[in-house]
């Protein structure tokens, strides 16, 4: 067994403030060994990303280590100087972040930016720098590396930038790579590749690594070991085929039980409705007796997206986001949308309710005909009332200068579906509907986590008595315990009040868990759509296999 | 460059815009012929003059005409000084211009150290200092200030002559009063009037700027790589402050060319805010009008180089990507 390279003792991080301490991490051990990835995995607030800045040195004001150890093979960092901590910084220590767009100077070539740090962590003038900088690019597996050096990172795509991310981190050759998410904000196929290119580079120069994810599918494909945290505390830790198999604290079980998985639909997310109570017959009341058509219907529908003109005199070019013959959702039937970055699925789905107006083609509803003869005050209010949508980002799609009890209200009163005494009594049986205390509505949006404001979302979006929700990534900013409780949510409305849904995501296991049909998005092209289960367990296009396959898998495989 | 060029084209419709509001100020003062003739010219003479100088002609060929004597600087004759506008505004526009220099890099010199200071030692006792000194520049009234240095400079100390223009000489073809003794001593209060409030705007415009781009993940992920202080705070964090600075630069810079007026009244500096002082009292058309077109063009052009700018800075705008 090789020798130790990094090792926390009793680690204890505290914030201070003045209404008392607030302890992030409480006596943390872990240990990272050279040539071995270590995956640090709990949900929002557990305190792993804490620990990866504290190594590094580099806690966000006002933290500080107030116990434990962090040696670095034998050296306690927490006794170094500030000027000593920084020479270990790119040198002994790297660290990779989870945001490749965010992560590099938009204002500085990607070649500067990474000559600029071989030259000042290998001392090389700046010419040699250079070459070794195009040397670096090319290892990371960034293609035409010597002519991409004097490109900008606004030029580069999410992976390649995490590459170069990834190429400035290993400048200085450290021994240990803190990666805190590196994969979190891109698409699975390349997530992939970025997971690999971390892996081979551990291997070849033997480099610690310690993986902070959320994702339990990252680490399950990545890590050697699994540290699973919880409240700044240590749950549970070994080998990662034995955490995820058998794991003997409670809380890992839960948190494993919790991940949708892409192999079958699971029971938990579809248990039969509890309560219809008197919200309920409120919810359905004003719909008439409906038929089993199509809801909607869109046909031979285009959107065109304005591209930049290349010279004075030329002409603005076009960008056709999304392309399609015809796609149908039946009344009652929940569609899943799934596609990766920039396949369109949001603009289609906000073209399907009326959010963004296609270039050519018709969108058609069942109750108010053709979208482009919606054209009356009165009959886009009607329609507005029947389509719903809920967002990905919980934190700004509710207005933080509202109470929530006067978010719901609004829209009930606008479409005046209720007495004016009667709202305040409707507002508190939405919130327990959607499993939130009625009390809940005299706080403010920032007084709730991400998942009760998801809640609130729903709600609100409830609130119209609406037929057709669209739920554009509902549950991806979210932790995976707080998603399955937001799936159960959503697939009991569905049942209860017979909602119509296009539920669109990026997630292949959460949309198999929701939808009845599911669509694939390539290109703006649909590739494939067919009934759930089927396209799962036999895809048939090439493109849905290549993205069943390369999804991560809590289980291993 | 594609976007420079459209800059370019749109500044000449702003510029031709303000033309026309400079050219409509003519024709809302009343009759021309009016004030040039007496009493007793007789009806065809006064017809015969309104054809020579023609303003018989549709507004068209009038507006088109004024243009095209502006474009060759020709804005016609003042009314009180009974001399060519241009010639006058020639004479006044090397004082201001001086002023204007001055005062501007005496403020970008003193604002961005000061501005990136403060923005990494927010806390400590000289930035607190300096931000409440700051708050006192850009509150305090310019006339207020201006009389307040003459008591001190002037008065008491005797050290600086209180009104002004100093010495000017000829240097590399350039006529100024900055390259003698004499002339700085008296530019230095009334740029210092100047420069106060700039400085105060800048430093907490940049400031802020520090302060954003400080947290953002570039910056952290610089530390992360372990790129030493210095060259984070004025390599990584000031460049990417810089557009929003530079945009306040440009229009703060040509506010001070339109309308020093009273710190160029308190020192009694010979520049354009006297100038235009006079005009207005004096109901000066046509050097009001030019004046107008000065203050346009100034603006015009101080925002093409703010663009200009931008496309050096930010690469992103030279690649037209969002």
């Known amino acids: 067994m090789t020798e130790i390279l990094c090792r926390t003792k009793d680690l204890k991080i505290t914030f201070p403030h003045r209404l008392g301490d607030f302890t992030a991490v409480h006596g943390f051990d872990m240990e990272v060994r050279r040539g071995e990835i270590v995956g640090l995995i709990g949900e929002s607030g557990a305190g792993k990303s804490t620990i990866g800045n504290a190594i590094m040195g580099l806690l966000s004001h006002p933290g500080k280590v107030s116990g434990g150890r962090i040696d670095l093979e034998g050296e306690n960092l927490i006794d170094l100087s500030d000027a000593a901590m920084a020479r270990l910084r790119g040198r002994r220590i790297g660290m990779i972040f989870q945001d490749p767009m965010t992560s590099l100077n938009p204002l500085m070539t990607v070649g500067d930016q990474l000559a600029e740090s071989i030259a000042l962590l290998r001392d090389l003038p700046m010419s040699e720098a250079r070459k070794m900088a195009a040397d670096r690019l090319d290892g990371v597996g960034i293609p035409d590396a010597a002519s991409r050096m004097g490109q900008y990172p606004h030029e580069f795509s999410g992976g390649m930038r995490q590459r170069v991310v990834i190429a400035l981190a290993m400048a200085g050759d450290p021994d240990l790579l803190i990666a805190d998410e590196p994969t979190t904000a891109l698409d699975v196929s390349v997530q992939k590749q970025v997971l690999d290119l971390i892996r081979s580079i551990c291997v070849e120069r033997s480099l610690g690594v310690i993986l902070v994810t959320h994702d339990m599918g990252v680490i399950a494909e990545t890590a050697d070991r699994v540290y699973v945290m919880r409240h700044g505390k240590l749950v549970e830790t070994g080998p990662t085929a034995q955490v995820i198999h058998t794991p003997t604290e409670q809380y890992t079980q839960d948190l494993i039980a919790a991940i949708p998985s892409i192999e079958r639909r699971e029971d938990r997310f579809r248990n039969p409705a509890q309560k219809t109570g008197e919200i309920d017959q409120w919810l359905l009341q004003g719909h008439k007796d409906e038929s089993s058509g199509d809801y909607v219907t869109a046909s031979a529908l285009t959107k065109d997206f304005a591209t930049r003109k290349k010279s004075f005199w030329g002409k603005a070019g076009t960008f056709r986001a999304v392309d399609i013959p015809g796609l149908s959702i039946k009344r009652g039937e929940v569609l899943g949308l799934v596609g990766e970055s920039g396949s369109g699925k949001s603009t289609l789905g906000r073209m399907m309710t009326g959010l963004v107006l296609p270039t050519s083609g018709n969108v058609r509803y069942d109750d108010h005909g053709p979208l482009a003869d919606v054209r009356s005050r009165a009959r886009r209010k009607a329609l507005r009332r029947d389509v719903q949508v809920v967002f990905q980002d919980p934190y700004s799609s509710l207005n933080g200068r509202m109470r929530v009890d006067h978010i719901l209200a609004e829209p009930i009163r606008f479409h005046g579906l209720a007495a004016r005494s009667d709202i305040p009594r409707l507002v508190g049986a939405l919130l327990e509907r959607v499993g939130l205390p009625a009390a809940a509505g005299r706080k403010f949006p920032h007084q709730f986590s991400g998942g009760q404001r998801q809640r609130i979302c729903i709600a609100r979006a409830l609130s119209v008595r609406p037929r057709f929700l669209l739920c554009d990534e509902p549950t991806s900013a979210l932790d995976v315990s707080i998603q399955a409780d937001m799936l159960a949510l959503l697939m009991e409305l569905r049942r209860s009040l017979g909602l119509t849904m296009l539920f669109v995501s990026h997630d292949l296991a959460v949309v198999r868990q929701v939808s009845d049909r599911v669509a694939v998005m390539k290109q703006g092209k649909i590739v494939e759509c067919r009934e759930a289960e089927a396209l799962y367990d036999s895809p048939e296009n090439d493109y849905t296999r290549m993205l069943l396959a390369t999804a991560p898998r809590a289980t291993g495989h | ?322």
């Not at chain 2, 012929?33 to 003059?49: F, H, I, K, N, P």
């Not at chain 2, 501007?104 to 931000?131: C, E, F, H």
């Open chain 2, 1 to 322: 460059m594609y976007f420079l060029l459209a800059r370019l084209l749109q500044a000449t419709v702003v510029m031709l815009c303000v033309a026309l509001v400079g050219f409509l100020v003519f024709q809302f003062v009343g009759d021309p012929v009016l004030s040039l003739v007496g009493q007793e010219t007789s009806v065809e003479d006064r017809e015969a003059l309104r054809e020579s100088l023609g303003l018989n002609d549709p507004i068209l060929v009038q507006y088109a005409r004024y243009v095209v004597n502006a474009l060759q600087g020709d804005f016609g004759i003042s009314y009180s000084f009974n001399r060519d506008v241009s010639e006058m505004i020639a004479d006044r526009l090397p004082a201001t211009i001086e002023l204007v220099m001055l005062s501007g890099v005496l403020s970008l010199i003193l604002a961005i150290p000061a501005g990136i200071y403060t923005g990494i030692r927010r806390k400590g006792g000289v930035a607190q200092t300096i931000m409440a000194l700051s708050v006192i520049g850009v509150s305090i009234p310019s006339f207020l200030l201006g009389i307040l240095l003459i008591l001190v400079f002037s008065v008491w100390l005797n050290w600086l002559p209180s009104f002004g223009r100093g010495d000017v000489v000829t240097v590399l073809g350039v006529r100024s009063s900055l390259f003698t003794w004499d002339g700085l001593s008296h530019a230095l209060m009334p740029a210092a009037v100047l420069c106060l409030f700039q400085l105060g705007v800048i430093l907490r415009l940049i400031r802020a700027e520090m302060l954003e781009v400080l947290r953002t993940d570039y910056i952290r992920f610089a530390w992360a790589r372990g790129l030493p202080g210095q060259r984070i705070y004025f390599r990584h964090a000031l460049k990417n402050t810089l557009v929003p600075v530079v945009t306040a630069i440009g229009l703060q810079l040509s506010s001070l060319f339109a309308f020093s007026i009273i710190t160029e009244r308190v020192f009694q500096w010979p520049g354009m805010g006297s100038l235009l002082l006079h005009a207005i009292g004096q109901s000066d058309i046509p050097l009001l009008a030019a004046y107008l077109i000065f203050v346009g063009l100034v603006f015009t052009i101080s925002n093409l180089v703010v663009d200009a700018v931008y496309v050096l800075i930010d690469p992103r705008i030279r690649h037209g990507a969002h």
